[in-house]
């Protein structure tokens, strides 16, 4: 191959002779038309101020002017040197400003010139009218005076004073001095004449005139423009020698440059004539790469289109949806997969925008705004539940993985959809189940050991103590069954992330002997001790419950296998990273190391014999993980062989607040009306949030009169009555009250910090109680229940479909002193609180006809809104279904999961000491079928 030379190298030598021929015409000397112009212009600027002064000269010589030396002149020579603005291109910005500067200083010369002409000449006009006035006045001076030396003297003066202001120089005004001196002498003692010292006055005035006048033209003589405009034409030529240096300068760098230019083109004209030689060898090694390179692009295009013909038959065959996106979110690719989750051609969805193609119009923004942020995450995948939108306007339930793929080409963005329709409701199908067997188990479960319990504690006679012991063991195992149904039953519930957790302040201290009062007849019976050590008051938040549950589970475990004679150490404290450890110690065999990493599995036993002789399931340790690290923390083991184990974990420790404000109330709620009367506000504020939170409406009256238009309008449900009244003895008052039927039984509470004298019998009455100030809230709380409730004893609504757990529950009820009343579903339950408002309901939620929640909804439009309330079921209840099965001070136990005693304490508390008050003859049960 011959050497040529390539377009590269032609266009850069094209490329280097126009940089020369530019660099020619930059290196070319500038025109001096435009210096020439303008040099002429400060020349002629110079030759007119010149002529300007010489005529002022001349006039001032009383000589006739040649060019003039007026006003218009002057403008004439300022627009000239304003006309000096404009100069030549070749001046540089900072040669422009000191040639600028030169005229300013021209121009303010010029204007000093003439204002001192223009002085000058105001002084001679003044000058002249003196000079013409002074003769007269002389002659007139000595007209008055005698003949004699002093008239002739007075004679003179006016000669010398004439040719003085006519002459320049010092002698003129010397000879008037002189002149003025011989007067004085000629004066002297002589009587003083006026009109002499006028003259004198005068003559003076006059030679000072002149003096000033010559000063005048004297400094328009020594300051004058012509100098500035010769200094004016001095600072041009310099800035004119400075920018042909400049350009001189720039002349020779430019011709290096063109030569280091030539050089270097020769130098690239050589070298690649040099390598066009070694590029023939080259090309020649080259086309024999390029026919080795096609056969092998050739085999990787067909396995390319092999892999492409995989990949396709992968995307075809998927299950999932797959969409492909491009950069704007609009769908590039459509699987057929997707094409049948959404019911849409693969035609139709290409370049459609994938948000509004899939997700429904109704769906919350919050949702659309997690979509919407997976879709513009940079990297990695992220993964979310929504529904979609099919073609058909159907919705359903949709997995959407987002993954960013960065290849050749814009980024694009995959989409898999999994449509979770089956998985929804295989979910639903096990909820469900989960929930019927949790009713279905618990419920019986529960009345055969609440029926044990009642056996075993005699409520049919003292039972032989072969029958007993059976009795305790049918008990003993029921409640092992029930405890292993929670244990499901929670395991389930955490894996599928249906656990709630109340959240509350819980002090160490309390969640640890708690746990040791529940596992205290364990120990006994193990003979195994237990021991707190808690450090100082640490507190976290958490669900008390369940915080229980787990240490309960771990103090089992311990005390299992603990040898006799052994302690069990439960300890609390915060560690040095600001959070609570709890710790259970044992002084057991220890666990062996190899054993450890499985510790912590669904149903796992160190040794499958320990099942049999120790009990359990193997599932208390998975669930008190799944409970810890729901709580944010980490359950671990240490164990040194032959020392026992220490099972801990450690939660968030909670900072207790400062002592603040005290809560705010509840909002009125309330079942029954209560009427404050009392002038004192602070009493009235304490009284209105007591019983605001306990559930009744307050209404308060300052004054008797107030509160007599009060009853008068709407009689209360009870009334609450200050003594120390401004307006009236109250007991007055009361005592009208129970004269009138309407108000005969209103029930009157008195507040006095002491009893009124003569009231003593008239308490009984008329008041239900005397309360002393300060108010004891819970006698108040106390005395209001009993006064409005219906006589006789404390009644109890039991409301279940299960026959046997309503006898269960009735027979435990009425050993408390109890009346029990059975409903075995929503309406008769609905209805027999209306009849007989109960002072306690027992509620299962899975009711036939109306279910727990509907009868508490109706409960709540009425007076039974403030009734006590135990909701007593099977089903798992949820912070919402907490909240929505709420009547007065309610508490939500689950049956099979609380203990008798549990259920027996909440009664004796809800009923608030009505047990106290039984009839002596207490009336048959009332049920209702």
């Known amino acids: ?59 001032r010589m009383g000589m006739a002017a040649l060019h003039g030396a007026s006003d218009r002149d002057f403008d004439a020579l300022a627009a000239r040197a304003r006309m000096l603005r404009t100069a030549p291109d070749f001046l540089p910005a900072e040669g422009m400003r000191s040639l600028n500067a030169s005229l300013d200083a021209y121009l303010r010369v010029l204007e000093g010139s003439r204002g001192l002409l223009a002085a000058a000449r105001a002084k001679d006009q003044q000058l002249t009218a003196l000079r013409e006035a002074f003769p007269r006045q002389v002659a007139t001076t000595a007209a008055l005076l005698p003949p004699g030396e002093t008239r002739e003297q007075v004679e003179a003066l006016v000669v010398d004073v004439l040719l003085a202001s006519r002459a320049q120089g010092a002698a003129p005004g010397a000879r008037v001095e002189a002149s ?189 705004e997690a979509v919407h942020a997976a879709l513009l995450q940079g990297s990695g995948a992220a993964r979310v539940e929504t529904p979609c939108l099919r073609a058909d306007g159907a919705v359903f339930p949709a997995e959407l993985t987002f993954a960013r793929v960065h290849a050749d080409g814009p980024p694009r963005t995959t989409v898999f959809v999994r449509d979770l329709t089956e998985r929804k409701a295989v979910e639903r199908m096990k909820n469900e189940f989960v929930s019927t067997v949790s009713h279905e188990l618990r419920t019986p479960l529960t009345s055969i050991r609440g029926s044990l319990g009642l056996l075993e504690n005699g409520i049919v006679g003292e039972l032989p103590s072969q029958a007993l012991d059976m009795v305790r063991i049918a008990r003993t195992n029921t409640e092992r069954l029930i405890r292993l149904i929670n244990d499901i039953l929670d395991l389930e519930k955490m894996e599928s992330g249906m656990l709630e957790l109340k959240l509350q302040p819980q002090p160490a201290q309390d969640l640890v002997e708690a746990t040791l009062a529940g596992v205290q007849g364990m120990a006994e019976a193990a003979h195994v001790s237990l021991r707190s050590d808690v450090e100082g008051a640490p507190q976290v938040k958490g669900d008390r419950d369940r915080l229980i549950q787990v240490l309960t589970n771990l103090v089992s475990n311990a005390i299992k296998f603990s040898p006799q004679g052994a302690s069990v150490v439960v300890a609390a404290g915060l560690t040095a990273d600001g959070r609570v450890r709890f710790s259970v110690t044992d002084q057991g065999s220890g666990i062996p190391e190899e054993k450890l990493p499985r510790l912590f599995g669904r149903f796992q036993q160190l040794d499958a014999s320990d099942t049999r002789s120790k ?164 006698r108040l709380l106390k005395t209001l229940r009993y006064a409005m409730r219906q006589p006789g004893q404390a009644r109890v609504l039991v409301v279940d479909d299960d026959a046997t757990t309503r006898r269960v529950l009735c027979a435990q009820f009425e050993r408390l002193g109890a009346l029990c009343i059975e409903a075995a579903d929503g309406e008769s339950a609905v209805a027999l609180a209306r009849d007989t408002p109960p002072d306690l309901i027992v509620l299962d939620v899975g009711l036939p006809r109306l279910d727990g929640f509907e009868v508490v909804d109706i409960l709540r439009q009425g007076k039974g809104r403030a009734t006590p309330l135990i909701v007593f079921t099977g089903r798992e209840l949820s912070r919402t279904d907490q909240r929505q099965l709420t009547l007065g001070i309610t508490r939500h136990l689950t049956k099979a999961r609380a203990s008798e005693e549990e259920l027996l304490a909440s009664v004796r508390e809800l009923l608030n000491g009505l047990l106290a008050r039984r009839d002596a003859a207490a009336g048959p049960r009332k049920a209702m079928p």
């Open 180 to 368: 003025l001196a011989l007067l004085t002498q000629a004066l002297a003692g002589q009587p003083a004449h006026a009109v002499l010292d006028g003259l004198e006055a005068r003559a003076r005035e006059l030679m000072a005139l002149q003096r000033s006048a010559d000063a005048s033209f004297q400094a328009l003589l020594d300051h004058g423009a012509t100098g500035e405009a010769e200094r004016l034409i001095t600072t041009y030529l310099q800035l004119q020698e400075q920018s042909q240096a400049r350009a001189e300068r720039t002349r020779i760098v430019l011709f290096g440059v063109s030569l280091l230019l030539v050089g270097y083109v020769i130098v690239v004209l050589v070298r690649l004539a040099q390598a066009s030689a070694a590029l023939g060898e080259l090309n020649r090694g080259l086309e024999e790469r390029v026919a080795e390179r096609t056969r092998a692009l050739s085999a990787a295009s067909a396995e390319a289109r092999a892999s492409d013909a995989r990949k396709a038959a992968i995307l075809e065959a998927s299950p999932d949806g797959i969409v492909v996106l491009d950069e704007s979110a609009r769908v590039a690719e459509f699987n057929p997969a997707a094409a049948a989750h959404f019911r849409l051609p693969s035609a139709r969805a290409v370049g459609a925008d994938f948000l509004s193609l899939a997700l429904p119009a109704s769906l919350p923004a919050s949702q659309r």
């Open 615 to 778: 009990g359990g399931t193997g599932l208390g340790l998975a669930i008190s993980q799944a409970i810890v690290e729901q709580h944010g923390g980490r359950i671990d083991v240490s164990s040194p062989p032959g020392q026992g184990a220490t099972f801990h974990f450690t939660l968030e420790a909670l900072r207790v607040p400062a002592p603040g404000a005290g809560v705010t109330l509840p909002a009125d709620e309330s079942r029954h009306n209560v009427l404050i009367v009392t002038a004192d506000a602070d009493l009235s504020a304490l009284l209105r949030g007591l019983l605001s939170h306990e559930g009744y409406r307050v209404v308060r009256a300052a004054t008797l009169t107030e509160a007599a238009q009060a009853v008068e309008h709407a009689p209360p449900d009870a009334l609450v009555v200050d003594t120390q009244l401004p307006d009236g003895p109250v007991l007055d008052w009361v005592r009208r009250l129970r004269e009138q039927p309407r108000t005969r039984e209103l029930p009157v509470l008195a507040l006095a910090g002491r009893s009124q004298a003569g009231t003593k019998d008239a308490g009984t009455a008329l008041l239900v109680d005397w309360l002393p100030t300060p108010v004891e809230e819970t």
């Open 1 to 59: 191959m011959e050497p040529r030379l390539s377009k590269r190298s032609a266009a850069l030598a094209a490329g280097a002779l126009v940089v020369l021929c530019a660099l020619f015409v930059l290196g070319r000397p500038g025109s001096t038309a435009d210096h020439d112009h303008y040099r002429t212009q400060l020349r002629q600027l110079r030759v007119a101020t010149a002529e300007l002064e010489q005529d002022v000269l001349r006039q």
